[in-house]
T-cell receptor, first 114, second 116 residues
Framework: AQKVTQAQTEISVVEKEDVTLDCVYE???????LFWYKQPPSGELVFLIR??????QNEISGRYSWNFQKSTSSFNFTITASQVVDSAVYFC???????????FGSGTKLNVKP | GAVVSQHPSRVICKSGTSVKIECRSL??????MFWYRQFPKKSLMLMAT?????????EQGVEKDKFLINHASLTLSTLTVTSAHPEDSSFYIC????????????FGQGTRLTVV
């Protein structure tokens, strides 16, 4: 079964703090893709990153970084020096190679206070 | 990134009426489109998968006669909520995906449906 768990329901930080959003997944597929999406209050989903199961190299994009560890089935997302504009709900998602379906975690609401 | 346009963004309808939501891929051909429903402060629940030219595949528990999905072309899928009731009020969001060319799904802006 495909499953994504985001244990953190809501996180509040003060601007400029670093924050890590956790994501743990379950899959029986050997090839799969992991994603992070941002959902601001307006509702649309903004694609942040895709990782395939064969690429465990961590990635950094500006203040964002992602740590993919197959050994622990985790794909964590870190925002460095958070800003108020980072306030949103963040979803981690999994897609199998043979299945077009996306499986989303329950989301983590991030509140960044000035 | 690719653009997926969803229309309308908000709709209020009376109980018993039907509402159609459109999802268009503007700059790529979407072989597959997904329809999700999101309850307040909840995750996205996949309702159905539509592949161009074939019948949609519905997830368990989703009433296919209530939520009619049509994917008649590579750029357009529609979700019709038939005989809407207040409990159908929700945020509906589509995503479009091109299997051979892309491995991320691009999402529409979402439609907030309120049934009164």
């Amino acid at each position: 079964a495909q499953k994504v768990t985001q244990a953190q329901t809501e996180i509040s930080v003060v601007e400029k703090e670093d924050v890590t959003l956790d994501c743990v997944y379950e899959t029986r597929d050997t090839t799969y893709y992991l994603f992070w999406y941002k959902q601001p209050p307006s509702g649309e989903l903004v694609f942040l990153i895709r990782r395939n199961s064969f690429d465990e190299q961590n990635e950094i994009s500006g203040r964002y970084s992602w740590n993919f560890q197959k050994s622990t089935s985790s794909f964590n997302f870190t925002i460095t020096a958070s800003q108020v504009v980072d306030s949103a709900v963040y979803f981690c998602a999994l897609r199998g190679a043979g299945d077009n379906k996306f499986y989303f975690g329950s989301g983590t609401k991030l509140n960044v206070k000035p | 990134g690719a653009v997926v346009s969803q229309h309308p963004s908000r709709v209020i309808c009376k109980s018993g009426t039907s509402v159609k939501i459109e999802c268009r891929s503007l700059d790529f051909q979407a072989t597959t489109m997904f329809w999700y429903r999101q309850f307040p402060k909840k995750s996205l629940m996949l309702m159905a998968t539509s592949n161009e030219g074939s019948k949609a595949t519905y997830e368990q528990g989703v009433e296919k006669d209530k939520f009619l999905i049509n994917h008649a072309s590579l750029t357009l899928s529609t979700l019709t909520v038939t005989s809407a009731h207040p409990e159908d009020s929700s945020f509906y969001i589509c995503s479009a995906y091109q299997r051979l060319q892309r491995t991320e799904a691009f999402f529409g802006q979402g439609t907030r449906l309120t049934v009164v």
